[in-house]
């Protein structure tokens, strides 16, 4: 096929963000009548199409290498089946759930939970705020989203969006490759930047966040003593994004997040590829 007609096919086939959500929300009002609501009285007439210009990874490459929260190794690979002796290649894959860019499901601190393949699959794509705190990251690794971040986000770009995700950008992604990831102290303490409680509370009593999504290791700050982040975010039925990569590339407010999460049963969470519309 030559080039030009390639490029004709993708355009052809490109959904505009707005469109999407407008089917999302079809959808949800649907549900909504479901269960008794009134329909509205006319529709509003079409916005026009906004098309997606930039899709942005926003996933780590997994590796048996890849830093954990335990220290130990989260992934492993065995080759079970291979191309010149049986034809075609196949790996067995040995995997901790939460490794790498992963998601944290309700179920992975509550007793009854939402597991990973029962969130509703509505929620897994999002308008995602972006909150920098990449200058105190820098001077202070245990530094945290506290709902002064939050509100001066609001000041600066309005409201958070309903049913989005906020997410952390530190910084620390660009240190994955080396050990100042987990940055573990003699006493083997870790440091690193992550929701502080008070910021996680405030986004739940909003009703806002459907998720939260940070580039380290943990929702929680390294040093935390308690996990008390997750303890309070999870089992309100919300899910949690760690090891997020490319969010220094990303607006504070504009893009869309999009969790490929996986779908195994009652699994308290998993490696997920998740990316940015923009």
Sequence with gaps: MCGACVMEEVKASMLSRRSLFGLGAAVGAAGL???GARPAAAAAPAAEPVTVSTISDLTHELSSE???FPG???FAMERKFGLEKDGFNLFVLTIDEHTGTHMDAPLHFSADGLSVAEIP???LMAPLAVIDIREKASANPDAQVTPDDIKAWISANGELP???CVAMKSGWS???ATPKFRNADEAKVMHF???HVEALTMLIEDSTAVGIGVDTLSLDFGASPDFIGHKTWLPSGRWGLE???GLDALPAKGATIVVGAPKHRGGTGGPARVFALT
Excluded: I
Aim: charged share 10%; aromatic share 8%.
């Design 121 to 123: 699959v509505e929620k």
């Design 162 to 164: 309903a049913h989005c």
């Design 33 to 35: 009548l479901g269960m």
């Design 243 to 245: 090891c997020l990569a």
């Design 66 to 68: 890849f830093p954990t």
């Design 174 to 176: 660009q240190h994955v």
């Design 72 to 74: 130990e190794p989260g």
């Design 193 to 195: 930047p992550g929701f």
